[in-house]
Every structure is written in C-alpha cells, then in structure tokens.
C-alpha cells in the first residue's frame, strides 16, 4: 500500500488549495474586516458547508468509498459501474429536493444556525438572502464527493485533491472584481457595490466548476455519470451505513454549529475572528489531516477485506507518525507566532491591529486542539474501514454533550466576569478543543479494545522526541524578536526569517534525534506499508 506516495500527492495539492485559501481570507479580511457583514458572509458560507461536511465528506464517503473500493479491488467492473450510476442518481434527486426545501426554509435555518442575529432585524434578512445564493453549492459539492471516491478508490487523488483550487480561485476573482470597481478601473454592474453577493456568487462558480472537473475524471477512468437506478445489495448496504453517518457526522457538525450559534449573540465581528482563526489552523489540519484520512480509508479497507491485521496496525500507527511530526510542530509555531503571522498577514485596510489582537488569542487556544483533530481523521479511517458507522456516532453524542456543557460553563461565566470579547471568543474555542481531546483518547481506547490500533515502543519513542523538538524550536521563536509597530516589508522579512529558523531547526533536531532520516523523506512518494 502507498500510503506515503497518496500522502504526498493529497498534502501537496492540499498545500496549494491552503496557501490560495489563505490569500483568498487574506483579501476578504481586507475587503470586509472583522464587521457584521463579514459575520454575514462568513455565515452564508458555513452553512452549505457544513451540510457538505454532514453528507458529502462525512456520511457519503465513509459508507460508499468502502463498499465502492470493494467492487474495484475485486475486478467487478460492471457492477461497480452499475453502483455508481445508482448513487449518482439517487443523490442527484435528494439533493434536488434538500436545496428547494433549504430555499423555502432559509429564515428557519438562519433562527437555528446564528440565533444572535435575530436582534438585528437588518443583519438577519442579509444573512438569509446570501445564504439562498450559496446554498445551492451543496448540491454541485456532494456530487464532486462521489466523483472524488470513484477516483480515490481507483488510486487517482490529483483531480480531488486539487478542486478546492477552484473554489478558492473564484472567491479571490470576486474580490480582485471588486477592488477594481472601487476604483473604477471597469464598469460597475448594479447600481452599487455589493462585495457579500459577489462573493456568494462567485462560491456558486466554483460549484459547477468542480462538478465538471471531477465528472471529466470519472469519464476518464470508465464511468459516465448517467440517470440509471438499480437498487441491489450494494445500494441497499451503502444506504444502511449512510443513516448512521449521518447521526455521526451530524453531531460533530453540531459541535461547530453551537460555536457559531453562540458566537452569534456577541457582538459584530466574533463570527469573524472564529473564521479567520480556524481557516489559519486549517492550513496545516487540511494538509495533514484530509490527506492522512483520504488516503487511508480505501487502504484500510483493502487491508480489512484481506484479513490483514497487523498490516492495519502498522498503516494506523505510520498514519500517526505522519501526523504528529507535522502537526505538532505547527501547534508550537502558532502557540508563540500567532500575532506575528495574523498582524502580517491580516492587518490592513478594515482590519484593524485590535482585530488582530483578538484573533491571534483565539488561534493560540485553537491550535492547541491541532494534533487531536489530525489524529482523529487516522482514528474514523479505522472504524469506517471495518464498516463500522456506529461506534463514531455513539462517541460523537458523548462529545456533543460535553461540548455543550463547556460552552455553557466557560462562555456564560465569562460573559459574567467580563465585559471584553477577548475572553467570550476564547472560550468558545477553548471548550472545543477540550471536546476534541477526549473524543481522541476514547476513539483510542475503543480501537485498541478491537485490535485496530496498537501503538508500539517505537512509535511512542518517535512522539516523544517529536515534542521535544517542537519545544525548543518555539523556545527559540520566542526569543526572536518581532516588531509590531515597523513597516509592512519590516514585519513581512522578520516573519520569513522566524518561519525559516523554526523549519530549520526542527529538521536539525529531528535529524540529530534519529526521528526521520534524509532517506525517509526522499522516499516518502514510494513508500509502503510492508
């Protein structure tokens, strides 16, 4: 299995959709700054998205890519074909009828997911006309999902891997739009400048672009998505696994939702500083996160079907390794650098160096959740490649519940003691981390229970001399120096220099401690799982 090679495919185009992203937020936080009509956006924007996250990522890819990639490996073509062009129809109906409903019911969905913005009556109606423009992206994204599991299944992860690309090229064109009719450099097209709805618009674009894009590589690899159902046994066991995804991928969404619920009742700009700060901390979580769960899952589940147990221990425990000597080592760099690289990257324009202040301390609390969060994705690849949907919802509920009560708890009695965002904003973040750890230790124990994971001595060996590394490269950045008040080309070098010496001395400690060797990363593409 080429669990490094997938890896390394899925983390570069991963990197490259990431750093897009991160221009991308960097122009709206000009453009929009931390105000209501960022919070507006940002809302309109999360709300197909999370449905994407519930059906799409979640529940879909973890019941179809296992029953899918059985078919493939077992050389039933036919069959496969027939399976695909089953689900592609079905979902092409449910879809149809989910976004009509969505569209009728929107104000109803704004009233669930920001409940604070019913106090302003202005605020909410936007909320609810950009959320009927982007809405419809779930419906072009969830077939991407399926295209993206024929690919992966078959080995092929650049055409998945780099959709993303386009969405986040599109927004950017939105916003280079805008910028130029605001100095009339073209005509302006409506009576005014509404920079939300051409960013709304430009998500949709970016739907029917990736469509076509994943729906010319599944032509390509023998699969035409046509309108054909025939309900056999593997539609019948994809749809008995999907119910119980989507209890469990619906209560993880839950837990975000309930952050931006209650980050909807403080005042203009919290929805904001949660976005800008958790798009930061999902640069390192997509690549590293995504790629690892993304190339597991089809593998791991070839190894279950071949009875192959030790194989899955060692993958789940590379899968680990993988992740903790490059998610580790990002949590430190944002635990002392999080106000250097916001202040670079996002002070300007409408964001003020207040907003950066509030952001940065909303990032440092987030990244301390970015090494559960990563191995959480190896954990869900082990359960759903056994076929096993219901133990994640069962552990998910748990999780739901004492994210609820954290929230409660440390919001709440912060909105009591004190009267300055900083704290509320924190605190949202903070019960979410919390969450995510216990979530992680429980999935371990479980999966440790059924012989899925077993870490060995050299595995844990690794670990430590990973965070041993990672506290003396952020002992070093923080005795380098950062000058908050210098000029821009100032800040942006001295920032460079610090990323620069915080990459370098890692390496050279990893390499002294015998974590990985020169070989090992020259060989990454190649290698497998013996």
Not at 57 to 73: Q, T, Y
Not at 304 to 321: C, D, G, W
Not at 431 to 460: C, D, E, G, H, R
Request: aromatic content about 14%; some cysteine; hydrophobic content about 55%.
């Amino acid at each position: 299995m080429k669990l490094g090679r997938s890896f390394a495919i899925i983390s570069l185009l991963t990197l490259v959709s990431r750093f897009c992203g991160l221009a991308r937020d960097v122009l709206i936080a000009g453009a929009l700054g931390a105000s209501a009509n960022a919070d507006i956006f940002i809302v309109a924007l999360k709300l197909p998205n999370l449905f994407r996250r519930l059906f799409a990522e979640g529940a879909f890819s973890s019941a179809f890519v296992p029953v899918f990639s059985g078919l493939v490996e077992a050389g039933e073509v036919e069959k496969s074909r027939v399976f695909f062009r089953s689900m592609f129809t079905l979902m092409f109906i449910i879809l149809i009828i989910f976004c009509i409903f969505a569209e009728i019911f929107m104000p109803q969905l704004i009233h669930i997911f920001a409940p604070g913005f019913l106090h302003d009556h202005i605020k909410f109606a936007q909320a609810v006309s950009l959320s009927r423009i982007t809405f419809p992206y779930i419906f072009f994204i969830s077939l991407v999902s399926l295209f993206a599991g024929v690919s992966n299944s078959h080995g092929r992860f650049f055409a998945s891997a780099s959709a993303p690309i386009l969405l986040n090229l599109c927004m950017i064109s939105a916003i280079l739009l805008i910028f130029l009719q605001v100095r009339h450099y073209i005509p302006v097209f409506t009576g005014e400048i509404v920079p939300t709805k051409y960013l709304a618009y430009s998500v949709i674009v970016a739907g029917v672009l990736q469509f076509f894009w994943l729906a010319f590589e599944v032509y390509r690899i023998g699969f035409v998505p046509l309108f054909h159902i025939t309900i056999n046994k593997e539609v019948r066991k994809t749809g008995l696994r999907i119910l119980p995804s989507i209890v469990g991928a619906g209560i993880y969404q839950l837990n975000i939702l309930m952050d931006t619920a209650f980050a909807s009742f403080l005042p203009h700009g919290s929805v904001s500083y949660l976005f800008y700060a958790d798009r930061l901390s999902q640069l390192p979580l997509g690549i590293i996160g995504i790629a690892l769960g993304t190339a597991l899952l089809p593998s791991l589940s070839r190894l279950y079907r071949a009875k192959e147990t030790l194989k899955i221990q060692k993958t789940i425990n590379t899968s680990i390794e993988y992740g903790a000597f490059f998610s580790i080592p990002a949590m430190s760099a944002f635990l002392v650098m999080a106000l250097p690289i916001i202040d670079v990257l996002f002070t300007r324009h409408n964001f003020t160096m207040e907003n950066a202040r509030i952001t940065a301390s909303t990032l440092v609390v987030l990244s301390c959740g970015l090494f559960p969060f990563v191995i959480n994705k190896s954990f869900l690849a082990g359960f759903y490649s056994h076929g096993d949907t219901k133990t994640p919802v069962i552990i998910g509920f748990i999780t739901l519940v004492l994210n609820g009560v954290f929230l409660c708890t440390f919001t709440f009695s912060t909105l009591l003691k004190f009267a300055h965002i900083y704290h509320n904003v924190q605190a949202i973040v903070f019960s979410t981390v919390i969450s995510s750890w216990i979530s992680t230790l429980i999935y371990a124990m479980i999966l440790y229970k059924k012989q899925i994971f077993k870490p060995n001595l050299k595995m844990l060996i690794k670990l430590i001399k990973i965070v041993i590394a990672c506290i003396i490269m952020g002992f070093v950045l923080y005795l380098t120096p950062f000058t908050i008040k210098s000029s821009f080309s100032f800040r942006f070098l001295e920032l460079v220099i610090k990323i620069f010496l915080g990459i370098i001395i890692y390496f050279i400690i990893c390499f002294g401690l015998k974590v990985v060797s020169i070989k090992e990363l020259k060989n990454i593409r190649t290698k497998e799982v013996k």
